[in-house]
């Protein structure tokens, strides 16, 4: 059973399940809980029941689990985010957009792909990737530091955090996985 799908029916909208031949339930919700469960990082099972369960409830509590693990980077690094306030914290939000996919592409709702008298093309606004990445700039200002600060030091470590997620998602979806196998 694919993991996104599994988590899937843990969101109060979905109510129908993949149904045996039997017809009995090939997974209840009760075996997703217990395969989240089995995800042994509390800001991985966070991640997931966010992104993949729908439970927007959980963004916040995830955010602050995010942003002590971006914080302690941040001190062994020695970022200067002196004058910064607030700084880490956007990024880590920014972050999560980015790899919840909330850069959709508006001319082909994220598809990649749009549909012209019978032919299917590449969109022309992401160039097939579904998502349009923010300029710079736009993520500058969203993280509230100048453009040539961001091209000094913020952007490469706004892609840092982002690749942390990013790792988070993975290693979670594997636990994740392994526990939907012993289910």
């Not at 209840?28 to 991640?47: R, T």
Request: charged fraction near 25%; include cysteine.
């Amino acid at each position: 059973m694919n993991p996104r799908r599994a988590l899937a029916r843990l969101s109060a909208g979905t109510v129908a399940y993949a149904v045996r031949t039997q017809g009995e339930p090939e997974l209840v919700a009760g075996d997703v809980c217990f395969a989240l469960a089995q995800v042994p990082d509390e800001a991985g099972q966070l991640l997931l029941m966010w992104k993949w369960a729908g439970h927007d409830g959980c963004r916040a509590e995830l955010e602050r689990a995010l942003l002590l693990r971006v914080a302690k980077r941040a001190s062994e690094e020695r970022w200067d985010n002196r004058g910064r306030k607030g700084l880490l914290r956007r990024m880590v939000a920014l972050a999560l957009d980015e790899v919840a996919g909330r850069n959709r592409c508006k001319g082909c709702g994220g598809s990649g792909k749009v549909y012209r008298g019978g032919d299917v093309l590449d969109c022309v606004h992401c160039g097939g990737e579904g998502a349009v990445a923010l300029s710079e700039r736009a993520l500058a200002c969203a993280a509230g530091v100048s453009k040539s600060a961001w091209h000094r030091h913020w952007g490469e470590r706004q892609r840092g955090v982002v690749l942390m997620v990013e790792r988070l998602e993975g290693v979670s979806l594997l636990a994740l996985k392994g526990g939907l196998e012993e289910s």
